[in-house]
């Protein structure tokens, strides 16, 4: 009867067995199907991407090989003394100079004089470029265009290759490359790192093991959360303010040397770093708060049990037990970071750039800016020089991604053989 009180009759508690059964199957198709869709969309991006970075290309040289080198119609043919003749004799006194002071001609293997040669000499042009399903698909309109246009040539090219990825920016998309960006994406992550994950272990710690629950506190916490969802140009926007304009001196680096001013205006790399720490900032703390929450207070207590203070517990006892949560957040707020444009283009990221930075107050570009730069442009080479970019931002996102799941791992695995 007290049960019946309390729970229903036996028909009724089947009857809410039944509905919840089937609402959890309902909720489950829901899953399935958000995931499915997810995946799918995700698979689109993917193939597309992989489609513009593979296919034919119709090019045309301002200079025939065989007008330098008489039988010879490619320029791997050239032997090297030819390949040092046509250079000497058809580079720009400037360019010579320029060569031969980064390393002399006969100190340069023969794959770099071949791409001096097309670089500077042949000047290749892109005509016009199929993607990888039309190269496929589509090899009798190729036909036609080529049959159409004489002296152009006709070549299947990967754009993502190993001088894609060591070559700076060039006008011409044959011979540009993400090398400039790549090392300016890995400055900016690092100083991120530097600044943005102790601050925010140091907050959260303060917050969940310390802070007192009253209203200055609560009020902390729901700022934070709502940081946490600010559009990215907003900080952006604080980064101009602060780091560019208000911290000058300091972000320019103008304060070491006896310069008053530099080119980067403040416009650095370590103001871009400054800027993306603020903006994970808010997402590290509550990561990491939740991993605080996650070790059971059972530790804690044994802790206090044997004499040892807050502070002593939290180092030794509750941070080891949630290190590697906090690790896996932390490197997936700075996956978000590595993949922002909007806040650095706001606070004067270069868009087209041919220096390596070389310290913290060199000017820089990124990635994210570089593929949003390559897209914008009209000539459609561009786009597959973009997707080439795209999948080398993919590639290193994957490899931080991987990184923080190693880590996790064998921390994990660690804590269990200790206990």
Do not use: C
Request: proline residues 3%; charged residues 15%.
């Amino acid at each position: 009867m007290q049960s019946e009180i309390l729970f229903g009759t036996d028909e009724q508690m089947t009857s809410l067995m039944q509905k919840r059964k089937a609402g959890g199957v309902v909720w489950k198709v829901v899953f399935l199907f958000a995931t499915s869709l997810a995946i799918l969309f995700l698979l689109l991006l993917l193939v597309s991407v992989i489609d513009s970075t593979f296919g034919y290309v119709a090019v045309r040289n301002e200079v025939e090989p065989s007008q330098l080198v008489a039988g010879k119609d490619e320029v791997s043919e050239f032997s090297r003394a030819e390949l040092e003749t046509v250079l000497q004799e058809h580079l720009s006194s400037g360019i010579l100079r320029r060569v031969i002071h980064e390393k002399p001609l006969e100190e340069r293997s023969d794959k770099d004089l071949v791409s001096l040669a097309e670089q500077y000499v042949i000047k290749p042009s892109v005509v016009q470029t199929w993607g990888l399903g039309d190269s496929l698909l589509e090899t009798a309109s190729i036909k036609e265009f080529m049959a159409a246009n004489e002296g152009l040539h006709l070549t299947f090219r990967s754009w993502i290759n190993w001088s894609f990825l060591t070559s700076d920016q060039s006008a011409n998309p044959l011979n540009a490359g993400v090398r400039t960006a790549f090392l300016g994406s890995l400055w900016i992550i690092m100083i991120t790192f530097v600044f943005a994950f102790p601050i925010g272990v140091g907050a959260a710690i303060y917050l969940e093991e310390y802070a007192v629950d009253n209203k200055l506190n609560r009020m902390l916490q729901l700022n934070i959360f709502n940081l946490s969802a600010v559009p990215s140009i907003i900080y952006g926007l604080l980064g101009l303010a602060v780091f560019v304009r208000s911290m000058e001196h300091f972000t320019s680096g103008a304060f070491l040397s006896s310069v008053a001013d530099t080119t980067a205006n403040g416009r650095t790399i370590l103001s871009g770093g400054l800027t993306l720490a603020l903006l994970v900032l808010p997402i590290i703390i509550i990561n990491t708060q939740e991993a605080l929450k996650a070790v059971p207070d059972s530790l804690r207590m044994s802790s206090y049990g044997i004499g040892a203070t807050k502070w002593q517990t939290i180092a030794s006892h509750v941070l080891p037990a949630s290190i590697d949560r906090i690790l896996t957040g932390t490197i997936l707020a700075l996956s978000r970071a590595l993949g922002e444009t909007a806040p650095l283009v706001v606070i004067g990221a270069s868009t087209f750039i041919s220096v390596d930075p070389s310290s913290v107050f060199s000017k820089f570009t990124t990635l994210p800016i570089q593929i949003y730069q390559w897209s914008a442009r009209p000539q459609g080479a561009y786009r597959n020089v973009a997707g080439a970019a795209i999948i080398t931002l993919l590639l290193l996102l994957m490899a931080m991604n991987s990184f923080a799941i190693i880590m996790r791992d064998k921390i994990s695995k660690k804590k269990r053989m200790e206990s």
